[in-house]
């Protein structure tokens, strides 16, 4: 089901670029009123404003619903089942032994009246 809608939402995506490239900006009528665009319509001189119009209104709207969908189904598959959502998932054996094997040294705490702390040495 989520491979269907990724493969319709990348369709629309790619007709709604290739129906903005094919429509003629708002300046184009100024020029159409004195003969120089008509000639150049695919779907006559009045019927493919409309007509590409209205087929780039559905299409946003089929890739609009499938990004929601997408969104849906990502949202799922985010929070795990028996997990509560705002807390980590922690593997304690996972930082028990990074922990060991951390090169960093541990430093302790300062002496009395010192404000440095002390690195023990590592030899």
């Not at 120089?36 to 019927?47: C, D, E, I, L």
């Amino acid at each position: 089901m989520e491979t269907l809608v990724v493969i319709v939402h990348v369709i629309a995506a790619i007709a709604i670029i290739a129906l903005v490239l094919l429509q003629q900006g708002k300046g184009a009528d100024a020029g159409a009123a004195f003969g120089s665009g008509a000639s150049q319509t695919v779907f006559g001189a009045s019927g493919s404003g409309n007509f590409l119009t209205r087929t780039t209104t559905i299409v946003a709207v089929v890739f609009f619903v499938t990004s929601l969908v997408l969104a849906i189904f990502a949202r799922q598959y985010s929070v795990g089942a028996g997990f509560d959502s705002d807390a980590p998932v922690v593997n304690p054996a996972l930082l028990q032994e990074m922990q060991q094997q951390s090169d960093i040294p541990q430093v302790s705490a300062p002496a009395s009246g010192s404000d440095i702390p002390v690195v023990p040495d590592s030899q």
